[in-house]
């Protein structure tokens, strides 16, 4: 079916043309084939089918449940109200997951060892016009391929903290690693080159669980 699987530890990743999803709609969730349903264009609802299907195939075998079986819910980590914010597994432990598309591909990464965000972009000199956006003070980056390169490293990072949007990517950088001034953050994430179908680009971040957290 087209899957490219990468494992570093307990982190995973896999991508997958869309279109070419491992399990059948029925799966979903009757909210999961609503959203979909209200997608008005069929390349968006094969999207979001390819991207479920395949986050419930993966999660289901690691929690050894069936994938029609697992629950989800949305919980911001800025504002704690639920309905909104990263999606996450209920009663789904450590593991922790993220999803990313770009035109025909969906890239999903699953991970028990801390907060994981994958990003999945395609190769274009769009990314010029965005180097003030994604690029810090003191960060060589000048070529659409190289702020590409920024962009899904810090795409990634944002989506493992959760933090989306809410926080600049020209407010830290990757290479040396630095969180934006004012974090309460100390431990840099591992940042994880999984591959990518050609003409693509693609990052994986982990960020450590707190002590506190830790089992």
């Known amino acids: 079916m087209g899957k490219g699987d990468d494992a570093v530890g307990a982190v995973g990743t896999w991508c997958v043309p869309v279109g070419d999803a491992p ?9 999961e084939r609503t959203r979909m349903a209200r997608l008005r264009r069929g390349a968006d609802r094969d999207r979001f089918r390819t991207a479920w299907t395949l986050a419930r195939q993966v999660l289901g075998e690691r929690l050894d449940v069936a994938p029609s079986a697992l629950e989800f819910q949305r919980i ?12 996450a597994l ?4 450590r593991w922790e997951f993220s999803l990313s598309h770009s035109n025909g591909y969906v890239m999903f990464a699953v991970s028990d060892v801390g907060p994981v ?8 000199e769009r990314f010029v016009d965005f180097a003030s956006m994604v690029r810090a003070p003191g960060e060589e980056a000048s070529t659409a391929e190289e702020l590409l390169w920024l962009w899904v490293r810090k795409e990634a990072v944002l989506k493992a903290t959760g933090d989306g949007l809410a926080v600049p990517m020209s407010s830290f950088t990757v290479a040396p690693f630095s969180w934006p001034e004012g974090s309460a953050r100390t431990e840099p994430p591992t940042i994880i080159d999984p591959g990518a ?13 707190p002590a506190t957290a830790a089992r």
């Open 117 to 124: 965000g994958v990003d999945l972009e395609a190769a274009s």
């Open 90 to 93: 209920v009663n789904g432990g």
């Open 23 to 31: 399990g059948r709609v029925e799966v979903l969730s009757a909210d």
């Open 197 to 209: 179908p050609p003409g693509y680009r693609a990052a994986v971040a982990v960020t450590p669980i």
């Open 76 to 87: 911001c980590r800025g504002c704690g109200q639920a309905g909104h914010g990263k999606p």
